[in-house]
T-cell receptor
Framework: GENVEQHPSTLSVQEGDSAVIKCTYSDSASNYFPWYKQELGKGPQLIIDIRSNVGEKKDQRIAVTLNKTAKHFSLHITETQPEDSAVYFCAASLSAGGGNKLTFGTGTQLKVEL | GAVVSQHPSRVICKSGTSVKIECRSLDFQATTMFWYRQFPKQSLMLMATSNEGSKATYEQGVEKDKFLINHASLTLSTLTVASAHPEDSSFYIC??????????FGDGTRLSIL
């Protein structure tokens, strides 16, 4: 089955700096890669996703890059703000939607310091 | 759009009690719903996949007689933890999917068994 590794487990940055979180996956059949943000005591919230037919996707301060050959994808947050502090999870799946299961990474605790 | 509501948000009860958790998709019809379990500072572990009108598919190691899932309509799935014990204490989260859209998560239920 799919295995997703995520690094780093914790990340501390100064407000305004950029943050990068990296994930690798094992199953070359995976084609869908979402990123979720989880605040304390809440469920995960989808912040961005990418499908394998594109290499990069951007939404304001958030971007995701995908390298299918190397089987890794990354989340980039620019101009970080204190409200970006949360746990971020990457995930991989055969496809979005339907009964396709998500395999999650182990999570990254991001702390944005003033 | 794509709002998933989970109820209750917190349950504290005595050992041996059965607990029911509801997951509703408020503004869409969910073809599939998923149930996850999350321990503190850990990732989400998929417990089961639920499709409306059919039996849930459980992940390996998840006791189907302990964690009863009912998906009676396209907007409601329930998870019942039967005769809960302290080791069942955890954060339970559901997600819902419409067609080929991403999974959207509820805000979770914190279950504490005394």
């Amino acid at each position: 089955g799919e295995n997703v590794e995520q690094h780093p487990s914790t990340l501390s940055v100064q407000e305004g700096d950029s943050a990068v979180i990296k994930c690798t996956y094992s199953d070359s059949a995976s084609n869908y890669f979402p990123w979720y943000k989880q605040e304390l005591g809440k469920g995960p919230q989808l912040i961005i996703d990418i499908r394998s037919n594109v290499g990069e996707k951007k939404d304001q301060r958030i971007a995701v890059t995908l390298n299918k050959t190397a089987k890794h994808f990354s989340l980039h947050i620019t101009e970080t703000q204190p409200e970006d502090s949360a746990v971020y999870f990457c995930a991989a799946s055969l496809s979005a939607g339907g009964g396709n299961k998500l395999t999650f990474g182990t999570g990254t605790q991001l702390k944005v310091e003033l | 759009g794509a709002v998933v509501s989970q109820h209750p948000s917190r349950v504290i009860c005595k050992s041996g009690t059965s607990v029911k958790i509801e997951c509703r998709s408020l503004d869409f019809q969910a073809t599939t719903m998923f149930w996850y379990r999350q321990f503190p500072k850990q990732s989400l572990m998929l417990m089961a996949t639920s499709n409306e009108g059919s039996k849930a598919t459980y992940e390996q190691g998840v006791e189907k007689d302990k964690f009863l899932i009912n998906h009676a309509s396209l907007t409601l799935s329930t998870l019942t933890v039967a005769s809960a014990h302290p080791e069942d204490s955890s954060f339970y989260i559901c997600s819902a999917v419409q067609g080929n859209q991403p999974q959207h998560f509820g805000d979770g239920t914190r279950l504490s068994i005394l």
